[in-house]
């Protein structure tokens, strides 16, 4: 990316916005904050389960809005055809050989690509405010990347939740590990995060000398990302909060982004109609929501998952226990479920008696047009 010099006097800082200054407020600056709040919420209030619920609802919508982005649109169809038919095939088969014989790398492998997945987004989400303010240099992109590596990487070696798992996983593979050992290792990360924060402001230095510019909502993008991702490591009891706070903040920018875009791709009409277009436009956000759910709902009885995460353990279907002393016999996990499934068409029911008793007004003059 390249910038233009600064005239004397004038400031170095540029300000640029993905969306525009309201809904970056809402959906890149502000929801890290309010995902934390949730998550400290759910671990106050509701059982563990709403991280599986928080997946049901966030996680596989998201990877809804991806299909949906690569397979729904002609244009990207066509260019990466190869790519999104055959990739698949290769994914599919070495899980399904990972499952077999090798399960536990498997879940490392994913986890893996799970963390580098998560910074690369984030890092894209950087590179877009750089792009839509004119800032930075052709340089920049990469120092930002180093920059999110070395400050999750540092989370990773000194967070009590990460610390703990990797401390834990080198014991079970025999690998002594002294404390000793762990407080240098973590002494090294905090000078190697300082020195490289170090760099990096020579680097911005530099950039305004040269007569660049700097986008500054960009870094406090990143400052609030990384508010969440520090916070939810470093808390107490924080695998649920990290999960939560975590998949809501991924998720819902994911999902953001990829509406806006399809959005801007149907009013300026510059691409090819498909199934995207039928999700994105004026008036299609609910279409684009409800293809969303219904997705997540096909996808969790698919798999098989428990009944339970579609209400985050607010709603469940636990046994009832046989009450012996009116002879009322127990209810299993299915007999408490179609108790359930009963009651929501009964709900239904109700709703559509009580729509009907005031849409139908024959002396409503609106009705009386229609019929």
């Known amino acids: ?82 790519r999104l038919v055959l990739g698949p095939i290769v994914i599919f088969g070495l899980t ?36 839509k303010a004119g800032a930075g240099t052709p340089s920049t992109g990469r120092w930002d990347l180093a920059l999110h590596w070395t400050l999750y990487l540092n989370m990773f070696i000194q967070a009590p939740m990460f610390r703990h798992l990797w401390i834990r996983e080198l014991h079970r593979m025999q690998i002594p590990v002294s404390a000793g050992f762990v407080e240098t290792l973590q002494q090294i990360a905090w000078l190697a995060l300082g020195i490289y924060l170090a760099c990096y402001t020579v680097h911005l230095w ?25 916070f939810a490591a470093w808390h107490t009891n924080s695998i649920l909060i990290y999960n939560v706070a975590h998949r809501i903040m991924h998720g819902v920018q994911y999902m953001v982004m990829v509406y806006v875009f399809m959005r801007r791709k149907a009013d300026l009409k510059v691409s090819r109609p498909g199934f995207w277009s039928r999700l994105a436009g004026k008036g299609k956000l609910k279409w684009f929501l409800v293809g969303g759910g219904a997705y997540a709902i096909v996808v969790q009885l698919m798999i098989n998952r428990p009944l339970d995460e579609f209400g985050f353990g607010v709603v469940n279907f636990a046994p009832y226990a046989a009450i012996q002393n009116f002879n009322i016999a127990g209810l299993d996990y299915a007999a408490s479920y179609a108790l359930f499934a009963e009651t929501l068409i009964a709900a239904y029911a109700l709703t559509h008696y009580y729509v009907d008793s005031f849409i139908w007004k024959v002396r409503d003059k609106s009705v009386q047009k229609g019929l």
Request: net charge positive.
């Open 206 to 230: 530099r950039l305004v000398q040269n007569g660049g510019r700097i986008n500054p909502i960009k870094y406090v993008f990143i400052a609030a990302s990384y508010f969440l991702w520090y």
């Open 96 to 131: 399904a050989a990972g499952l077999t014989w090798a399960p536990i790398t498997l879940l490392l492998m994913v986890t893996a690509w799970d963390h580098q997945h998560s910074i690369m987004q984030q890092h894209g989400f950087s590179r877009i405010y750089d792009f």
């Open 1 to 82: 990316m390249t910038t233009q010099g600064n005239r004397p006097g004038e400031s170095p800082f540029r300000t640029g916005y993905i969306l525009n200054p309201r809904l970056d407020l809402v959906w890149f600056l502000g929801l890290p904050f309010l995902a934390v709040a949730i998550a400290l919420g759910f671990q106050m209030w509701l059982p563990y389960v709403v991280v599986a619920s928080v997946n049901l609802w966030i996680t596989v919508p998201h990877h809804y809005a991806g299909w949906v982005r690569s397979y729904g649109m002609p244009e990207e169809w066509a260019r990466f055809k190869d």
